[in-house]
């Protein structure tokens, strides 16, 4: 099974590479260490003790890899919590930061800020193709609207009419 891809029994079905990539292990996870790096570093501006090594270490290993993946599920097995198993795996590869990760964060700070940040990026996916729909919707409405049809009610057919009054009326099938 790839990390880098988000699995459900419904993935192959509806759901498209780029957003299987976006929900996945790897970016969420990754998500989370940009997040404690962001945290470190605004500490520091305001004067927590924070070494440039932990910082630098921190930037080096944003990018979770796939046996860092396995630290992480064997972690959360045994302490049954996935944002400690991450900060274990993360501390792991950012030694000199192993004491400042996490520092006064809440595990809502790293889980649903990255939830936001995965939402937003979707929406940057999802709003160019919702566009282009929207557009093509416009196209087939005017090169259709004369064209008799018939209209249903509860699934059955109704009466004539155009496919331009099915679209207006909201009824169309």
């Not at 004491?99 to 940057?124: N, Q």
């Amino acid at each position: 099974m790839s990390n880098d891809i988000y699995t459900t029994p419904l993935t192959g079905r509806y759901s498209s590479p780029e957003m299987q990539r976006l929900f996945s292990q790897r970016r969420r996870f990754s998500i989370w260490r940009q997040l404690w790096l962001w945290l470190a570093e605004s500490q520091k501006e305001l004067g927590l003790p924070i070494s440039d090594e932990a910082l630098e270490q921190m930037r080096g290993a944003l990018i979770v890899q796939d046996e860092e993946i396995k630290v992480i599920a064997e972690e959360e097995k045994r302490r049954r919590h996935d944002v400690m198993a991450c900060v274990h795996a993360f501390s792991l590869k950012a030694p000199a930061a192993s004491g400042i990760l996490h520092w006064g964060a809440t595990s809502c700070y790293v889980t649903d800020g990255a939830e936001l940040i995965i939402m937003r990026d979707g929406l940057d996916i999802l709003l160019p193709k919702l566009a282009r729909t929207i557009h093509q919707l416009k196209q087939f409405a005017i090169e259709y609207k004369d064209l008799p049809c018939l209209a249903y009610t509860h699934g059955q057919p109704a009466q004539p009419t155009t496919v331009i009054n099915l679209r207006r009326k909201g009824n169309g099938t």
